[in-house]
């Protein structure tokens, strides 16, 4: 079921994301950069040098955070549609771990 939600990040690196209404500013935007070994770095719009992290012991459960940018396992992430949804798989996860995003129809 679609919350009608966006991924909100407050803007501060260790700041928790979390589900917002839809707002005109950088804290629900998001670029996805491609990288070469074929994973996503996605990066927030208030701040090109801050990343979507996953926790990184990849255990299921944990906190979606913001983030400095860096090389690391847990800020890198496979991207999967599945239907009207798409799977957020960090690198750094089992591959039983994932965020799913509903994308609406």
Do not use: H
Not at 28 to 41: A, Q
Not at 83 to 99: D, L, V
């Amino acid at each position: 079921v679609s919350s009608g939600l966006y991924m909100y990040s407050s803007g501060t690196s260790g700041g928790n994301i979390t589900q917002s209404a839809l707002e005109q500013t950088g804290n629900c935007r998001w670029k996805f950069v491609l990288l070469s070994d074929g994973y996503y770095k996605i990066v927030s719009a208030l701040d090109s040098n801050m990343v979507l992290a996953a926790a990184s012991s990849g255990e299921g459960q944990q906190n979606l955070t913001l983030a400095s940018d860096s090389d690391a396992a847990n800020k890198r992430w496979n991207i999967i549609k599945q239907g009207n949804y798409y799977i957020f798989r960090s690198k750094s996860s089992r591959p039983t771990a994932a965020a799913i995003i509903n994308i609406g129809r």
